[in-house]
């Protein structure tokens, strides 16, 4: 809320007073609100990365976050925001999604690109010079039946294309890490020319 503005207390509400760029205020049923970008940045600094990769997959843009993010630079919890952007800037658009090229990264396992455009589709991570496409299966973003039938149309384009397609899930990156990696040098070994 404004600086200027010094409402009564009230119980479970916590105000925070400075002013805004008005790129970063809307309105919702009569009331002056945060905009959505800044919002998730700001709700992202307490409860974690889930709520970006909610409001990427569903209602603004990562652009638009770290737009709302540098006007915003010095606010309580900025510093949080920025580290939180600077992981995301893999291009990886999920948690699990950003977990696995971490798991990549910590593996020295090159020749990678998150987020790559074949053929209209978008590959969580692609090899794409082995034509290896690797889907990572977060929640956040395949928790609906179109987005399942999506998914397995991409798929099913990506073989007739000749890619290679692994499907990992959350599960498999936090209770079998070396098995995903096996699999993935075991892919990336069979693509190479002989």
Do not use: Y
Request: proline share 3%; with cysteine; aromatic share 6%.
């Amino acid at each position: 809320m404004p600086r200027s503005k010094h409402p009564r207390s009230c119980a479970g509400v916590r105000f925070r007073r400075r002013q805004l760029p008005a790129k970063d205020v809307t309105h919702r049923n009569g009331l002056q609100v945060t905009a959505l970008p800044l919002t998730a940045i700001e709700a992202a600094t307490v409860c974690g990365f889930d709520v970006l990769d909610t409001a990427i997959a569903r209602r603004t843009s990562l652009r638009a976050i770290e737009a709302a993010h540098r006007r915003n630079l010095g606010r309580k919890g900025s510093r949080r925001g920025t580290l939180m952007l600077e992981a995301m800037a893999s291009g990886a658009r999920s948690g699990a999604e950003r977990r696995f090229v971490a798991m990549l990264r910590r593996a020295g396992i090159r020749g990678w690109k998150a987020n790559f455009r074949v053929s209209g589709a978008v590959i969580d991570v692609a090899f794409p010079a082995l034509m290896i496409a690797i889907e990572i299966d977060g929640f956040a973003f395949h928790s609906d039946a179109q987005t399942f039938v999506r998914d397995r149309r991409r798929q099913n384009m990506l073989v007739a294309a000749g890619w290679t397609v692994l499907r990992f899930t959350w599960r498999d990156l936090v209770d079998d890490e070396a098995a995903v990696l096996d699999r993935v040098g075991a892919a990336i070994r069979s693509a190479q020319p002989r």
